[in-house]
């Protein structure tokens, strides 16, 4: 074999070793946010008081990223009384349907990819958000609510909203971080929370296959330009 085939046969195999190669899952991010009475430092709560109260309000979660490069997302909110009737967690837009996938958890129905307002339907709410909303499974559930997803998207920081169900289960409660009206940190994520805030999917991440066609154009214009020398 000459030695511009050991060249091809090198670039072949580069191409396979990006298609059927992933690293391992080595990256697990981990954080909490907790509010109690007059404490705003973590999440803001709004309760009617009295036996209804949400305190301690607690959100919690993991992130992991998986062998095929993408990221395992997992919440769990915790509230003292009553039942999480929506969680609203932020994302970056646009938000395709296929940007999220394998859903599981206490949720009802996912609306992946919308404008969210303040109002009757999101009380206390302190502004719009975009992202993808969570519906409970029904009223007067549990004081847990977990929800996890798969996503091509990375962790970075951004906000969340929550609520509970109508007056007829244990009155109506809502919070939501405290870094909600700040500007959401542009620093890599870590475990723990910045300023408020949680982590939450928003940039795309390469796929094996736009590396892979990257490296098949690369030899492409290899090989083209070695013929157009042998011509000349």
Same mark, same amino acid.
Request: with cysteine; aromatic share 14%; glycine share 12%.
């Given at each position: 074999?000459?030695?511009?085939?050991?060249?091809?046969?090198?670039? @072949?195999?580069?191409? /396979?070793?990006?298609?059927?190669?992933?690293?391992?899952?080595? %990256? %697990?991010? *981990? !954080?909490?946010?907790?509010?109690?009475?007059? &404490?705003?430092?973590?999440?803001? /709560?709004?309760?009617?008081? &009295?036996?209804? $109260?949400?305190? #301690? =309000?607690?959100?919690?979660?993991? @992130?992991?990223?998986?062998?095929?490069?993408?990221? *395992?997302?997992?919440?769990?909110?915790?509230?003292?009384?009553?039942?999480? +009737? *929506?969680?609203?967690?932020?994302? +970056? $837009? #646009?938000?395709?349907?296929?940007?999220?996938?394998? @859903?599981?958890?206490?949720?009802?129905?996912?609306?992946?990819?919308?404008?969210?307002?303040?109002?009757?339907?999101?009380? &206390?709410?302190?502004?719009?958000?975009?992202?993808?909303?969570? $519906? &409970?499974?029904?009223?007067?559930?549990?004081?847990?609510?977990?929800?996890?997803?798969?996503?091509?998207?990375?962790?970075?920081?951004?906000?969340?909203?929550?609520?509970?169900?109508?007056?007829?289960?244990? !009155?109506?409660?809502?919070?939501?971080?405290? !870094?909600?009206?700040?500007?959401?940190?542009?620093?890599?994520?870590?475990?723990? +929370?910045?300023?408020?805030?949680?982590?939450?999917?928003? +940039?795309?991440?390469?796929?094996?296959? %736009?590396?892979?066609?990257? =490296?098949?154009?690369?030899?492409?214009?290899?090989? =083209?330009?070695?013929?157009?020398?042998?011509?000349?």
């Amino acid at each position: 074999m000459t030695r511009y085939g050991y060249m091809l046969l090198a670039a @072949i195999l580069a191409v /396979v070793l990006l298609t059927g190669i992933t690293a391992p899952a080595d %990256t %697990t991010y *981990h !954080g909490q946010l907790t509010a109690t009475p007059f &404490d705003g430092t973590g999440i803001w /709560v709004n309760d009617p008081g &009295d036996d209804e $109260d949400w305190f #301690p =309000a607690e959100i919690e979660w993991w @992130i992991t990223e998986t062998e095929a490069g993408f990221y *395992h997302y997992q919440y769990e909110i915790r509230v003292y009384h009553g039942a999480v +009737s *929506h969680f609203i967690l932020e994302t +970056s $837009d #646009p938000l395709p349907d296929g940007d999220i996938w394998d @859903i599981t958890g206490d949720y009802g129905e996912a609306f992946i990819g919308e404008w969210f307002y303040p109002g009757s339907g999101n009380p &206390d709410m302190p502004d719009d958000l975009y992202g993808v909303k969570f $519906d &409970d499974n029904g009223c007067c559930g549990t004081t847990t609510f977990n929800v996890e997803f798969t996503s091509n998207r990375l962790p970075v920081w951004g906000d969340f909203y929550t609520k509970d169900g109508t007056a007829g289960c244990e !009155g109506l409660n809502t919070f939501w971080n405290a !870094g909600f009206l700040l500007a959401d940190p542009l620093l890599p994520p870590s475990d723990g +929370s910045l300023d408020g805030h949680i982590l939450r999917p928003d +940039s795309y991440i390469p796929e094996p296959s %736009t590396m892979a066609m990257l =490296a098949l154009g690369l030899l492409t214009l290899g090989v =083209a330009v070695r013929r157009r020398r042998e011509t000349e």
